[in-house]
């Protein structure tokens, strides 16, 4: 009876735990991805996925029943809009939080607070979750993060990479060498996989030097090889850099080749970017395919040559005061013809481009953060060989640029 009573309290510990999982850790994550710093996360609209993959009509230009005539003479004959069609899938994402049957068990009382370990973990997997996410609409679906720039010696957990704006301590990432292809990362042969560094966990960061400490030795470590995040690769979101790289050919199943209206309107800034630039880019776009730019994400370099120049004209800029982003982001607002735009910078963006988006035309189509249910109903499972509970969690989800042609990509804007 004794072993019948501790199984009925550690079932009841348990469900304890799932409620607390349920009616508070899930809508403290799922509010998480409005606490993210990025600003092109504040400006994307959030809307709900209801099937794993969507088409989208896309009009084009205006509608073609107008034309003149007079009295006793035939009317013009009415043309539809010319409509092209995206096509966009859902993307997977998990994240997961575990507690140990030891926790479980002297986690229930005075003791201990299991509640505590929960909301702790909890704490950690929102900021994972908004992290990447809003990472992730920058990019494209390979989702490369950074490349070594020097081999490791083979005896050291720390690489050399060019770059670590899109990396932060504790996230999971493989190492891949040079030239390996989406394919080959989710189907290796014996050989690849070899090659390969999976679930490699980030220890340390120097932002000085770009060296990054693992909790283990890499196998991919030469120069060259790139970073993704774990199971990644090749299966991240539809990003903004698919929308403004000229290298990426394909956008929601659509050829750019084939359909110039795709691009976005890309000019030079000639390493002298001002106000009188960025007017004339919005306005051209206005013109081409009434976009109504909004918002100029500026990397680094860009908005401090621009922030320069702006003070050097005092007359011509207005310092928006009530334009400040969570994480701090100042913006200036100049006036494009009728159209008000936002110079914010933006560090996901890169350092010499300024990329112009239009508020309405950003969605984030997702299901929400929830967990995945057992047949029992519970969220706990026990893993093999373990005495560790594992709840899992998934969010499918897309970001869907609804008319891409309507972005503008100002390069070359850093003084040079």
């Excluded at 004794?2 to 799932?18: F, G, L, P």
């Excluded at 609409?137 to 081999?151: C, D, I, Q, R």
């Excluded at 690489?159 to 292809?181: C, H, N, Q, R, W």
Aim: proline residues 4%.
């Amino acid at each position: 009876m004794a072993v019948v009573r501790n199984y009925e309290n550690k079932a009841m510990d348990i469900k304890s735990a799932e409620k607390v999982l349920r009616e508070q850790i899930l809508p403290y994550i799922n509010d998480g991805i409005n606490d993210d710093p990025a600003p092109l996360m504040e400006i994307t609209a959030k809307k709900e996925l209801t099937a794993n993959s969507g088409r989208r009509g896309v009009s084009l230009g205006i509608n073609g029943g107008f034309g003149m005539s007079e009295e006793r003479y035939e009317t013009p004959r009415a043309h539809a809009p010319v409509v092209a069609e995206l096509k966009y899938a859902s993307h997977d994402a998990y994240n997961e939080i575990e507690v140990s049957e030891k926790a479980i068990r002297l986690g229930s009382d005075e003791r201990g607070s299991l509640v505590d370990i929960i909301a702790m973990q909890a704490d950690a997997v929102r900021q994972s979750n908004a992290w990447n996410v809003s990472r992730m609409l920058y990019g494209s679906p390979e989702g490369v993060l950074a490349k070594l720039t020097a081999a490791a010696d083979g005896s050291t957990a720390t690489i050399t990479v060019d770059d670590v704006s899109k990396l932060i301590i504790g996230l999971a990432i493989d190492i891949y060498p040079a030239g390996t292809t989406v394919d080959n990362a989710k189907n290796p042969s014996a050989e690849q996989l070899a090659t390969y560094t999976l679930s490699a966990q980030i220890i340390a960061i120097d932002y000085d030097t770009n060296k990054v400490l693992l909790n283990k030795v890499p196998v991919a470590a030469e120069s060259g090889a790139f970073i993704t995040v774990q199971n990644s690769y090749g299966r991240e979101l539809t990003g903004l850099k698919s929308v403004f790289d000229p290298t990426i050919d394909t956008i929601y199943g659509v050829k750019k080749a084939d359909a110039p209206w795709l691009k976005p309107y890309t000019v030079s800034a000639a390493n002298d970017i001002d106000d009188t630039k960025i007017t004339d880019a919005v306005m051209e776009a206005n013109r081409r395919v009434r976009a109504k730019v909004e918002y100029l994400l500026a990397g680094k370099e860009a908005f401090n040559a621009f922030e320069y120049r702006m003070k050097e004209s005092p007359n011509n800029i207005t310092i928006v005061d009530n334009k400040k982003y969570v994480g701090g982001s100042a913006g200036y607002e100049i006036i494009a013809g009728k159209q008000h735009v936002t110079v914010v910078r933006d560090d996901y963006v890169p350092s010499t481009e300024m990329w112009g988006v239009e508020r309405g035309n950003l969605s984030l189509y997702q299901t929400g953060w929830d967990y995945c249910v057992h047949q029992d109903g519970g969220i706990f499972n026990l893993l093999e060989r373990q005495s560790v509970y594992r709840a899992l969690m998934a969010n499918y989800l897309e970001f869907v640029v609804e008319h891409p042609g309507k972005c503008v990509r100002i390069t070359d804007c850093a003084t040079a």
